[in-house]
C-alpha cells in the first residue's frame, strides 16, 4: 500500500499542498473568508451573476414549482420542460442547431470525446489545455497528441503526419489559467483542411466575449461549420452551475445515445435549469456588464504598467502576474491578504513548472475603487517588498 502520510508531507514540502477556505458569504466582490472579510479577486462569477436576485428569485421558484432534486438520469424520468427549454435557448443563443446539458464541463469533455473517439484514433490537443480535456484522451482511449501551445503550424505537422482514424482538434478557447486567446481562426482551416473535427471548450469565454455574450467563437468571427462542437460551462459568467455542448442533430443525438456521462448520472435539478434560464436572459440584456468588466480590466492593466508589473499577455478578465517559484507566490498571495485582498497562487501540476503565478481575475462585480485598492496592494508586495520591515 501507499505511504499516504508521506506522500502528503511531501507535497508540503515542495509548496505544492493544497488547502481549502471556508466562505460565509455569497459570490461577490466582497467575501468572508476564513473569519475575514477580503476583497476577492479569485472568482470566475465574471458578469456578477451568481448572487443576483433575479437569479435567486427564479431557482426560488423553480423549487416551489419542481421540487429540489431530479429524480434520476435524463433518459429515465429526470429531464423536465425546464431543462428542455434551457437547451433550446442555450442553443439559440449560441446559434447551433440543438444543444444538450450536462452536469459539469469536465463530465461534458469526458462525454463528448469518449463518444466520438476510440483507440484508433487521434486526439490533438494544445499544451496548455484544462485537465478534463487531457483526461477525455485517457477515458476515450484515443491516442493524445499534444501540440506546443497556440503554435498551428506545430498542430499542422502534427496532424498531417497522423495515421488513419477519427481526428479530432480540441482547444480551450479562453486559457484558463493564462487568459489568452486560442487562435481559432487558424485552428478551423487546419481543422478543414485535415478532415477533422475542431472542438472548442469555452468555459471562460462564454457570457464574457463576442456579441451578446456568444462567446470566442463569435469573438473570432467564426460559425457552427467552423466550430463544429462547442462546450461551455454554466458556473462562471452565468453565475449558476453545470455545462451544456451545442452543435448540428446528429452530434447532439450521437451524444445522448453514447456520451456515458450523461446517461450515467442524475440531471441536475430543474429549479437550477429555470436560474440559468434567467441568467442567460441576463447575460443577453445587459450588455453593461460586459462592457464595465472590460473598463475595469483595461484600468487595471493601465495601473499595472504604471507600477512596472509584468502580466502575462490577456485581453480577458483573468490576467495573471508571473512570480516563477510556488514558494514564492505562496509568500506573495499571502501577504496579498494581510492587506485585505485575496488572490490565490496557482503552483504545479496546474501550471508549468517554473511558472507559478497569482491568477488575478476580474468582474462586473467588483468597482474602480476596488481595483484600485487592489493596485496599492500589489506596489505594496511587489515594488516595496520590504517596506513594511523598515516600517
Known sequence: MKDLRHELEQRKAQRLYRARRVSASPQGAEMQVDGERLLSFCSNDYLGLANHPEVISALQSGAQTWGVGSGAAHLVSGHSAAHHALEEELADFVGRPRALLFSTGYMANLGVIGALLGHADRLFEDRFNHASLLD????????????????????RARVQSSGSGERLIATDGVFSMDGDIAPLPELAACARDNHAWLMVDDAHGIGVLGKHGRGTVDHCGLNASDVPILMATLGKA??????????????????????????????????????????????????????????????????????????????????????????????????????????????????????????????????????????????????????????
Open 136 to 155: 477525455a484522451a485517457r477515458y476515450s482511449g484515443a491516442r493524445l497528441v499534444r501540440y506546443a501551445h497556440a503554435d498551428v503550424t506545430d498542430l
Open 238 to 391: 452565468f453565475g449558476t452551475f453545470g455545462a451544456f455542448v451545442a452543435g448540428d442533430d446528429d452530434l447532439i443525438e450521437t451524444l445522448i445515445q453514447q456520451a456515458r456521462t450523461y446517461i450515467y448520472t442524475t440531471a441536475t435539478p430543474p429549479a437550477l435549469a429555470e436560474a440559468t434560464r434567467a441568467s442567460l436572459r441576463l447575460v443577453q440584456q445587459e450588455s453593461w456588464r460586459r462592457e464595465k468588466l472590460h473598463a475595469l480590466i483595461t484600468r487595471f492593466q493601465r495601473g499595472a504598467a504604471e507600477l512596472g508589473l509584468t502580466l502575462m499577455a490577456s485581453e480577458t478578465p483573468i490576467q495573471p502576474l508571473l512570480v516563477g517559484e510556488s514558494a514564492q507566490a505562496l509568500q506573495f498571495s499571502a501577504r496579498m491578504q494581510q492587506r485585505g485582498i485575496l488572490v490565490p497562487a496557482m503552483r504545479p501540476p496546474t501550471v508549468p513548472e517554473g511558472t507559478a503565478r497569482l491568477r488575478i481575475t476580474l468582474s462586473a462585480a467588483h468597482e474602480e475603487a476596488h481595483i484600485d485598492r487592489l493596485l496599492t496592494a500589489l506596489e505594496e508586495v511587489f515594488c516595496h517588498p520590504f517596506s513594511e520591515l523598515l516600517g
